[in-house]
């Protein structure tokens, strides 16, 4: 006898917070594509040599790979030849790469798969997670206008989700290096101090301005506390993003061109209706530290910002400089859904999703069988899931069964409904009962489903 | 530059086509769903000892190990770790017997995810396909009541995938058991004569004939007349059905309760309401030699019966003995989409999928932009999928555009129009142009989509 067991790192769930998680990728799926977004899935496993394109990085080192065990037993020195995708990002620049005949662009697609990770065992940490992410490649050149969509697709992705407030915090690259430079920090030392920075969350203002005016860095006092004035601005409604972006003073080109695309984009926004308590400036988000090249985007949950971002991407120069000499700039954002979904659940924001099962079609005795059969298909011919009770038990054990498993509604068919052409139905949901006649019960199950 | 490419036995899809295997993975879900099964996920990767509880066998050969890079440069004597599932049924097995405690009995779950076989390359052979299964699996015991319901399910699913007529056969090992029996071969031998059964359509009956009649076999020639008679009976209709087994005369206890079962699943599938065209009776179907013991189903495309079986499965004893005591008999069904995707495609039955994106806005100059956001956003709200046209482009390349990517409308706000109030729209689907108040623009595009 083995013990049944899953490797550590994973999330399986029982099938109610399956139907809770399978809710929230359904919602992320539909608004992506009211957004235009296509779909795209890739195969779990990569060739190494496509997937490790970069060796030697920490990244090589969180790698899953895949032998048959015909390569197994055969050994070798080399890499084995596949890998799991330990994003969606690489499989989308391959995949750009290999079809880019084929593709229309700009390129919008959406992929919602698995990712796989080495990472260390430890709670809320995972080998294998869900990212949902979207992008949009352009061929040669992309139109900052394709960065401006992206929050608009963020807040409807979570007000659909429903979750809680949240905000969508902008910042740009371009602003960020322009700012530096113009403090007379060169291109080299930018990243370093943006590391730095990066740990104001972490370490504090006083342990950060130490460090920036330390060895090392040697900064002069006042540029300390100019960086550090910098990555406080935060911003709190549309006009009060406007001014503070205004208030940050003339700056070098770079700045001024990072500054004007804030601006567009925050424009577009308000165009498209996105709520202004939506999205803030925040200039402290860096994201990424070589990776993004002009817009940044991050995501909180207002009441619970200890979970960090929960959507974060942005603006890059060229997707796939590995696989083809074409120019492919793309924005976009990725949400980590496992992650998410652990961590709502722990806040007890996800709990006790209704089941998937409409209704549960009563038996009470074994003559009844047939009718009950023939019951649920008319229902399900109508539009309801619904589960038939195939044995007879008694009815306060199928009642407790539906009322464990999420079922809102039973329905019971007694010799007295019957004789009236009626049935019963249970709503646990509300703690009522009501009849109604066969010939009308599909519809007003349906009806009784939208209720709130 | 590394040449972006998948490794061999792998089906990627470009947007088009992964929207047409998106539809259809939709539309089984739905029907899973409208009959109460829950959903389960499970990891892609188990544990190896848990998932190769009868090592050795031809399953094991075809197994994917995964081992992070840590644990390769570890190297050592056994097998890695981790291996990718290879079916549904095993980590299905693992997962009742693992939340056994947690889980309500008779437990319907469906599965729909990617299994990984290590497959000679090959075309049509997959190493990452897509299974869907259904399973209800009881605790101790599963009343025969659940086997009638597989076929209503399995008629269910194919009538709403569309995709031509089909049959769906049936047979029961008790009966083909008992009809060994009933010609003196005992249970050692039943194996070997099914297995050339198996073969008729391959080798042909004077073959198979020749082989049980000959060495090995030694049956008289009756017997073997007997049983190719046996096999070759396939019914034709409800009534049809029942008295093909009328007709098969008296027999053992053991093929009288098979045939018992065979004809309440009959009635029960009248019941139901499955159209009788749709099922029929088929005694030469075995399914997996060992595993299956009750009921057995394969369905077949009328139109292309050498794709052979799409959706097949049948009733076990016990599901998970190599991890509980428990008793777990069930009944389960799979349809391998990946494979029927690419031999629906070949048939041409499953092209030219419109897309997802219902509505292009066009854009014709600059000055348009705000409004086109503000107009693809209501007409989102109201429930269309819709892609901005974010840079002017000639209003031909952007007609050009849908019309290949497969969107059915173009909404387009020339200077005429926009003093009404109003816009134009291009129907590509049937080559037609209306004009419409913006106000009423979402309505009317949620009408035309929904004409056939």
């Not at 296509?38 to 032998?67: A, I």
């Not at 935060?234 to 061109?257: I, M, Q, V």
């Not at 590995?322 to 652990?342: A, D, E, W």
Request: hydrophobic share 40%.
């Amino acid at each position: 006898m083995i013990k049944p067991r899953t490797p550590p790192g994973v999330m399986e769930l029982l099938p109610r917070d399956q139907i809770a998680f399978q809710r929230m990728l359904d919602t992320i799926r539909l608004t992506f594509e009211r957004f235009g977004f296509l779909p795209v899935e890739t195969p779990v496993f990569e060739l190494s040599d496509v997937l490790l394109t970069k060796s030697g990085g920490e990244t090589e080192r969180q790698v899953y790979f895949v032998q048959s065990t015909g390569a197994l037993e055969k050994g070798g020195d080399g890499l084995p030849e596949l890998a799991l995708r330990f994003d969606l990002t690489v499989p989308l620049a391959r995949y750009v790469a290999e079809h880019e005949h084929e593709l229309a662009f700009p390129f919008r697609r959406y992929q919602m798969q698995r990712v796989y990770r080495g990472e260390r065992a430890q709670r809320g940490r995972f080998r294998e997670f869900y990212q949902c992410d979207i992008d949009v490649i352009g061929k040669d050149a992309l139109s900052p206008r394709f960065d401006a969509e992206i929050p608009a697709v963020i807040a409807a992705v979570f007000e659909a989700l429903d979750i809680g407030e949240f905000t969508i915090w902008l910042n740009h690259r371009k602003l960020l290096r322009g700012f530096f430079e113009g403090q007379g920090i060169d291109g080299d030392r930018q990243l370093a101090v943006l590391r730095e920075l990066d740990k104001l969350d972490k370490r504090g203002e006083d342990a950060v301005r130490a460090t920036l005016v330390g060895e090392g860095f040697e900064l002069a006092a006042d540029v300390a506390d100019r960086l550090l004035a910098f990555s406080r601005v935060r911003s709190s409604g549309h006009d009060d993003a406007l001014s503070k972006l205004d208030a940050l003073g003339a700056g070098t080109p770079l700045f001024e061109e990072g500054r004007a695309e804030l601006r567009e984009l925050l424009g577009r926004l308000r165009a498209m209706g996105v709520p202004e308590s939506r999205y803030a400036i925040n200039l402290s988000i860096a994201r990424g530290l070589d990776y993004y090249t002009g817009m940044v985007y991050e995501t909180t949950l207002d009441a619970y910002p200890q979970i960090g971002s929960i959507c974060s991407g942005g603006r890059y120069d060229n997707l796939a400089s590995h696989y083809t000499k074409s120019k492919l700039p793309g924005v976009g954002i990725s949400i980590g859904l496992t992650r998410l979904f652990f961590q709502l659940r722990d806040a007890g924001l996800v709990a006790g999703a209704a089941s998937s099962v409409d209704a549960l079609v009563a038996l009470l005795d074994d003559a009844g069988l047939d009718h009950a059969l023939a019951l649920s298909q008319r229902l399900r011919e109508a539009g309801l899931n619904v589960e038939t009770q195939l044995e007879p038990r008694k009815l306060a054990r199928q009642l407790q069964y539906a009322d464990r498993a999420g079922i809102g509604f039973v329905v019971i068919r007694g010799e007295d409904e019957a004789a009236r052409g009626a049935v019963a139905v249970k709503d646990l949901r509300r703690g009522e009962q009501f009849e109604v006649s066969e010939a009308g019960l599909a519809q007003r199950l349906l009806d009784e489903r939208q209720k709130p």
